[in-house]
C-alpha cells in the first residue's frame, strides 16, 4: 500500500513539473490545478511543490498569494547545494551556491599556506550605490515581501521592532554573543536582560557582552529617526557594544590606530590611520546613499568588518549596523538565529581575503529568512510546518510539563534542559535546547493548557520562574 502512495506521489510530482513546462514566467498554485487536472486540494499541492523545491526542480518566487512556480532550469539545477559538513554540530543545512562552496573549497586549505594580502580599497571605491549591488534583483525582492510588516510604510520608523522589542533584545543579543564564542544559553541571557542576574559559573566578560548589545539595540530602536549610516550613529554603536570590554577605557567609540592582526587567516588589514579614518568615511557614504535596505544592510555586514576599523567587537558593530536601515523601514529586523558560526566566519574569510561575498550573502539571506519565520504576525507560506518540532514533539511536551509542574527555576530548568539533550543525536541537541527554551519563555496565561498544565501549577511556576 504504502509504495502505491508514494507511486502515486511520483506521479503528481512529474505531472506538476509538466505543468510548468508551459507557464516559463511562473504559475500560481491555483494555476497549476487548474491545469494539470490534478484532484489534490491546496495544501497537498504546496507539499508536492515544496517537495520539488527542495529536489532543485522548481523554484519559488514571490511569497503568499503572489507567489509563482518556475520549474528550474537544467543548467540550474546544480545552483543551490546543501554544505553541512561546516554545520553538522548544529544539524541545521543551509543552501549554498556554486560560488559559496568554491569559497569554501579555497579557504579548506590552512591559512598559513593561503596567500597573503593586505586592505584593498578598490573593493569599496569600486561598488556605485544603485548600481552594483550584491544582491540580485529577485533576491531584493524575495527579502522585501518576506520581511514586510503589516503597515510597515505608513508608520513611524522603528515601529514594528518596538512592538517586538522584548523578544529582539534576547535573541539579538544572544546570537550576536554566540557568534563571538559567548557560552551563555538563551535561557541565561534571558534571566540576565530581563532580571539582572547573571549565570553562575560564567565569566563577567560574557555577562558585560550581552548586557552591551541589549543597550545597543536600544539606542537603535529608540533613536530611529536620527540613527543611520553617519560617524555619530557607528562610532557611539561601537562604543555601547564595547563598554568595559577593551584594555584602553578610551577605545569605545574611537577609530583605530595602530595595526591588528586575524586569527587564522591571511589577511592583513591597513594599519595607516588616514587610510581607516578615509575609508571609514567612504563607506559611511555608501552605505548611506544605497536605496535599498536589505544591499544597506549586507553591504555593511560585508565593509565594516573587512576595514576593521575599531581595535575590537567590529564584528559586532556590522550586525546591529544592518539592522538600521531594517529598523528604519519597519522590516522585520535580522537576529542571526541559528546562523552557524564556523560558517558565519568562513563567510567572513571568503570576504577579507578574496574580496568575495556569496558565501557571507547566503548566510545572510538565510538568517533574513529565519528571523521573518521568527517574527512574521502570520506564516508566510501556507502548510509549512515546523518539521524539527514534529520529530521531537512528545519530548518537548513532557519536558515543558515537568518542569512548570515541579516549579522549576531556571538554573533547574537549564540542568533538566541539558541533561535530556543529551540523548539526542548530536546534530540535534543545539537545536533542542534553544526549541525548549524558546517554549518556556513564550509561556503565557494563554496557552500553557496544551502542555495539560492547571492554573495553579502555571501560577506557582510563574513566582519561582520570574
Not at 115 to 137: E, H, I
Request: aromatic letters at 8%; one cysteine or more.
Amino acid at each position: 500500500m504504502a509504495t502505491e502512495y508514494q507511486k502515486k506521489i511520483e506521479e503528481e510530482l512529474e505531472l506538476i513539473k509538466k505543468v510548468l513546462q508551459k507557464f516559463p514566467k511562473g504559475a500560481s498554485a491555483e494555476e497549476i490545478i487548474e491545469s494539470s487536472g490534478l484532484d489534490i486540494g491546496l495544501r497537498t499541492l504546496q507539499r508536492r511543490l515544496e517537495t520539488l523545491i527542495e529536489q532543485n526542480h522548481v523554484k519559488r518566487s514571490g511569497v503568499r498569494r503572489l507567489a509563482k512556480y518556475h520549474l528550474t532550469d537544467k543548467k540550474e539545477n546544480t545552483s543551490a547545494v546543501v554544505v553541512e559538513k561546516n554545520i553538522s554540530d548544529t544539524g541545521i543545512s543551509i543552501p549554498l551556491s556554486p560560488a559559496s562552496s568554491e569559497i569554501l573549497a579555497i579557504l579548506s586549505k590552512p591559512f598559513d599556506q593561503r596567500v597573503p594580502v593586505s586592505y584593498n580599497r578598490d573593493f569599496v571605491n569600486s561598488y556605485r550605490p544603485n548600481m552594483d549591488f550584491y544582491l540580485n534583483d529577485a533576491e531584493r525582492e524575495q527579502l522585501t515581501n518576506l520581511t514586510g510588516t503589516p503597515g510597515g510604510m505608513e508608520q513611524p520608523a522603528g515601529t514594528y521592532a518596538k512592538h517586538i522589542l522584548q523578544r529582539l533584545l534576547i535573541d539579538l543579543s544572544w546570537n550576536s554573543s554566540r557568534l563571538e564564542g559567548n557560552t551563555y544559553s538563551l535561557l541565561d541571557t534571558e534571566r540576565l536582560l530581563s532580571h539582572g542576574k547573571a549565570a553562575p559559573e560564567k565569566s563577567a566578560a560574557e555577562a558585560q557582552m550581552i548586557l552591551n548589545h541589549k543597550d545597543a539595540i536600544e539606542f537603535i530602536v529608540s533613536g530611529a529617526d536620527e540613527i543611520g549610516f553617519n560617524r555619530y550613529s557607528i562610532l557611539n554603536l561601537h562604543a555601547l557594544l564595547s563598554n568595559n570590554l577593551l584594555p584602553d577605557p578610551a577605545a569605545p567609540g574611537r577609530l583605530r590606530t595602530y595595526a591588528v592582526g586575524i586569527k587564522k587567516s591571511s589577511y592583513t588589514p591597513t594599519a595607516i590611520p588616514q587610510l581607516i579614518k578615509e575609508m571609514f568615511e567612504k563607506i559611511l557614504e555608501k552605505t548611506s546613499a544605497i536605496e535599498n535596505p536589505h544591499e544597506q544592510a549586507l553591504f555593511a555586514m560585508v565593509q565594516l568588518p573587512y576595514l576593521q576599523p575599531f581595535e575590537d567587537v567590529n564584528k559586532r558593530v556590522s550586525r546591529l549596523a544592518a539592522n538600521i536601515p531594517l529598523n528604519k523601514h519597519n522590516l522585520i529586523p535580522i537576529s542571526f538565529i541559528g546562523v552557524p558560526d564556523d560558517l558565519y566566519i568562513q563567510g567572513l574569510l571568503g570576504v577579507y581575503e578574496l574580496n568575495r561575498v556569496e558565501l557571507l550573502k547566503d548566510i545572510f539571506i538565510w538568517a533574513c529568512i529565519q528571523s521573518a519565520d521568527r517574527y512574521a504576525r502570520v506564516r508566510q507560506t501556507i502548510g509549512e510546518p515546523n518539521l524539527f518540532r514534529i520529530k521531537y514533539r512528545q519530548i518537548l511536551q513532557g519536558l515543558i510539563t515537568e518542569i512548570v509542574s515541579r516549579g522549576m527555576s531556571h538554573g533547574e530548568a537549564s540542568i533538566v534542559i541539558q541533561a535530556r539533550s543529551l540523548h539526542l543525536p548530536a546534530t540535534d541537541s543545539k537545536r533542542f535546547v534553544e526549541m525548549v527554551e524558546t517554549e518556556l519563555m513564550s509561556l503565557h496565561d494563554g496557552n500553557f493548557a496544551r502542555y495539560r498544565i492547571s492554573p495553579s501549577e502555571f501560577e506557582r511556576w510563574k513566582e519561582v520562574w520570574s
